[in-house]
C-alpha cells in the first residue's frame, strides 16, 4: 500500500502514541493490510455485497455510520444548489430568448462566461468576501443551518446554471423554428404563450439530462466548498481521511457517492416519459 499512496495508515494510528513493530503488523495483520492488494480488493467486494463497507481504522465504528451521519448534509447541499442551477438556467435561458434584447442578451452571455470560467470554490470565496465581510448581510459561520447553507448552494448553483442557461437558450432557438411553432404563431398565440406553454417542454429533454449529469459534479464540488464554508458533509469528512489515510471511509465515500450518482441519472431516464411520450411509444 506505500507504493501507491505515501505513508500507513497503521502508523498514522500509533503517531500519537507509538507501538513496537510486533505491534504494528499484528494490527496490520488484524485489518488485513499485510495480504496482496488484489486479496484486499476481493474481500472487500464480498463484505460490501453484504452491507459491510468496513470500519473506520482510525475511530474503529462501522463505515456506514461514520458517512450517514453527513450524508444527508451533503445530498441537502448539491440538491439546493441543482435547484439555484436549475432556476438561474431555465430562468434565465427563457428570458434571453423572450426579451430580444442586445444588451440583455450580451449582458446574460458575458454574466454565463464568466461564471463557466470560475471554479466554484473560488466564487464561494468571493460571496463569503462580499455578503459577510464587506456588506454584512450573512454571518460567516451561524448556528442556524439554513443560513449557513445559502452561500455554499449559490456557490455550486449558479456555476452549474451558466452552463444550463446556454443549452436552455440554443435548445428554445432550435424548438422555435420548428413547424408546429410556426403554426402556433399562425394560429395567433402569443409569443409567451408558444415560449412557455409548447417549446419550453420539448426543450427541457436534453436540459434534464444534463442536469442529472450536473448532480454528480455538486456531490463532488461539494467536498471543497464543503471545506471552505465548514459545512459538515461528507466533504470534511473525505478530507480528514484523505490525511489520515482511512482507507475505509474513503472507498465508502466513492462507492455511495458513485451509487448516488447513478440513482439519480436513472430517475432522470424515467422522466424522460413524461416529457416526451415519444421515447416511450416511438412509434
Same mark, same amino acid.
Do not use: C
Given at each position: 500500500?506505500?507504493?501507491?499512496?505515501?505513508?500507513?495508515?497503521?502508523?498514522?494510528?500509533?503517531?500519537?502514541?507509538?507501538?513496537?513493530?510486533?505491534? @504494528?503488523?499484528?494490527?496490520?495483520?488484524?485489518?488485513?493490510?499485510?495480504?496482496?492488494?488484489?486479496?484486499?480488493?476481493?474481500?472487500?467486494?464480498?463484505?460490501?455485497?453484504?452491507?459491510?463497507?468496513?470500519?473506520?481504522?482510525?475511530?474503529?465504528?462501522? +463505515? $456506514?455510520?461514520?458517512?450517514?451521519?453527513?450524508?444527508?448534509?451533503?445530498?441537502?447541499?448539491?440538491?439546493?444548489?441543482?435547484? @439555484? &442551477?436549475?432556476?438561474?438556467?431555465?430562468?434565465?435561458?427563457?428570458? &434571453?430568448?423572450?426579451?430580444?434584447?442586445?444588451?440583455?442578451?450580451?449582458?446574460?452571455?458575458?454574466?454565463?462566461?464568466?461564471?463557466?470560467?470560475?471554479?466554484?470554490?473560488?466564487?464561494?470565496?468571493?460571496?463569503?468576501?462580499?455578503?459577510?465581510?464587506?456588506?454584512? %448581510?450573512?454571518?460567516?459561520?451561524?448556528?442556524?443551518? $439554513?443560513?449557513?447553507?445559502?452561500?455554499?448552494?449559490?456557490?455550486?448553483?449558479?456555476?452549474?446554471?451558466?452552463?444550463?442557461?446556454?443549452? +436552455?437558450? &440554443?435548445?428554445?432557438?432550435? +424548438?422555435?423554428?420548428?413547424?408546429?411553432?410556426?403554426?402556433?404563431?399562425?394560429?395567433?398565440?402569443?409569443?409567451?404563450?408558444?415560449? @412557455?406553454?409548447?417549446?419550453?417542454?420539448?426543450?427541457?429533454?436534453? +436540459?434534464?439530462?444534463?442536469?442529472?449529469?450536473?448532480?454528480?459534479?455538486?456531490?463532488?464540488?461539494?467536498?471543497? @466548498?464543503?471545506?471552505?464554508?465548514? %459545512?459538515?458533509?461528507?466533504?470534511?469528512?473525505?478530507?480528514?481521511?484523505?490525511?489520515?489515510?482511512?482507507?475505509?471511509?474513503?472507498?465508502?465515500?466513492?462507492?455511495?457517492? &458513485?451509487?448516488?450518482?447513478?440513482?439519480?441519472?436513472?430517475?432522470?431516464?424515467?422522466?424522460?416519459?413524461?416529457?416526451?411520450?415519444?421515447?416511450?411509444?416511438?412509434?
Amino acid at each position: 500500500m506505500r507504493l501507491l499512496i505515501p505513508g500507513d495508515p497503521v502508523e498514522t494510528l500509533f503517531a500519537q502514541q507509538p507501538a513496537t513493530a510486533e505491534v @504494528i503488523a499484528e494490527v496490520r495483520h488484524e485489518l488485513g493490510l499485510d495480504q496482496p492488494l488484489p486479496i484486499q480488493y476481493f474481500n472487500y467486494l464480498a463484505n460490501v455485497v453484504q452491507g459491510d463497507l468496513g470500519k473506520s481504522l482510525i475511530t474503529r465504528r462501522p +463505515v $456506514l455510520s461514520e458517512i450517514s451521519e453527513r450524508y444527508l448534509k451533503t445530498v441537502l447541499l448539491a440538491g439546493v444548489g441543482l435547484t @439555484i &442551477a436549475l432556476i438561474f438556467g431555465i430562468g434565465s435561458g427563457v428570458v &434571453a430568448v423572450w426579451i430580444k434584447n442586445r444588451v440583455l442578451n450580451t449582458g446574460l452571455t458575458a454574466l454565463n462566461v464568466v461564471l463557466l470560467s470560475m471554479p466554484s470554490f473560488w466564487l464561494g470565496l468571493l460571496l463569503l468576501d462580499w455578503f459577510s465581510l464587506q456588506l454584512g %448581510w450573512l454571518p460567516v459561520l451561524s448556528d442556524n443551518p $439554513l443560513v449557513q447553507l445559502i452561500l455554499p448552494a449559490l456557490s455550486l448553483g449558479l456555476v452549474s446554471g451558466a452552463l444550463l442557461s446556454r443549452v +436552455v437558450k &440554443a435548445e428554445l432557438l432550435e +424548438v422555435m423554428n420548428q413547424d408546429y411553432i410556426k403554426t402556433a404563431q399562425a394560429k395567433g398565440l402569443t409569443h409567451r404563450a408558444i415560449l @412557455i406553454r409548447h417549446a419550453l417542454k420539448n426543450a427541457l429533454t436534453p +436540459v434534464l439530462t444534463l442536469a442529472g449529469l450536473q448532480f454528480g459534479g455538486l456531490m463532488g464540488g461539494a467536498i471543497i @466548498i464543503e471545506n471552505v464554508f465548514a %459545512w459538515p458533509g461528507l466533504g470534511q469528512l473525505a478530507v480528514q481521511a484523505i490525511n489520515q489515510r482511512d482507507y475505509p471511509i474513503i472507498q465508502g465515500l466513492v462507492l455511495l457517492t &458513485a451509487t448516488t450518482y447513478v440513482a439519480v441519472n436513472t430517475g432522470v431516464d424515467l422522466l424522460y416519459h413524461w416529457l416526451d411520450p415519444r421515447i416511450q411509444n416511438p412509434g
